[in-house]
């Protein structure tokens, strides 16, 4: 119940393509759902977040889709960019212990120029 | 504004020696963290402290395992005695507590390898 499935593991994208990643969870007591950025050597880094009660977020060329009643959310990449080759990680946590983020297992993108 | 500093940045030992990771979270943050980033577990957090004060201990491995906050801006984390097991990238992370869904800010991490 404490889990936060992501998918795919990798993936690879032409630059000027939507990447897309996807993620599950089981707790309905989720109630914030980050998305984190990680580039090689670094540490992750807050790319953005979603709340249960909107569908979608967008930030610039990033937006989050968020399906309650699927327990799904997914993060979509429009126009990939070399620069966003990196790997990206969902997370979630629930408000009962809200520092407590619980991460997916990653997703590696490459964009290829 | 600096960031989460973490020491070393890369740290070889051989079994059984004594490892110590430092870090000193961004200055005005009440909360500090620790993760451990391994290829087969992913991030899993250690360790979480709020106002200097350890809240959630439950992801600290074992007992070789500790971690102090003296006060606010520093906090250690020591494997005692280390084993090649614990060869992974730990990752201090802080942030400002106002309630669910604050941003956790992260180090540049500490690659630990164990020989």
């Known amino acids: 119940q404490q889990q936060v499935k992501q998918s795919p593991q990798s993936l690879i994208v032409q630059k000027g393509g939507i990447s897309i990643i996807n993620c599950a969870y089981e707790?309905?007591?989720?109630?914030?759902f980050p998305w984190y950025q990680q580039f090689p050597g670094k540490g992750p880094a807050l790319l953005i977040a979603i709340r249960p009660d909107v569908s979608e977020k967008k930030e610039g060329r990033f937006t989050i889709s968020f399906n309650k009643s699927a327990k799904q959310f997914s993060l979509h990449i429009m126009d990939s960019q070399p620069g966003d080759s990196a790997t990206y990680f969902c997370?979630?946590?629930?408000?009962?212990?809200?520092?407590?983020?619980?991460f997916g297992s990653g997703t590696r993108l490459l964009v290829r120029p | 504004d600096a960031g989460v500093i973490q020491s070393p940045r890369h740290e070889v030992t051989e079994m059984g020696q004594e490892v110590t990771l430092r870090c000193k979270p961004i200055s005005g943050h009440n909360s500090l963290f620790w993760y451990r980033q391994t290829m087969m577990r992913g991030l899993e957090l250690l360790i979480y402290f709020n106002n200097n004060v350890p809240i959630d201990d439950s992801g600290m491995p074992e007992d070789r395992f500790s971690a102090k906050m003296p006060n606010a801006s520093f906090s250690t984390l020591k494997i005692q005695p280390s084993e090649p097991r614990d060869s992974a990238v730990y990752f201090c992370?802080?942030?400002?507590?106002?309630?669910?869904?604050?941003?956790?800010?992260f180090g540049e991490g500490s690659w630990l390898t164990v020989v």
């Open positions: 707790n309905t007591a989720f109630d914030y």
């Open positions: 997370a979630a946590s629930r408000r009962r212990s809200s520092y407590k983020l619980i």
């Open positions: 992370a802080s942030s400002l507590w106002e309630g669910s869904g604050n941003t956790i800010y």
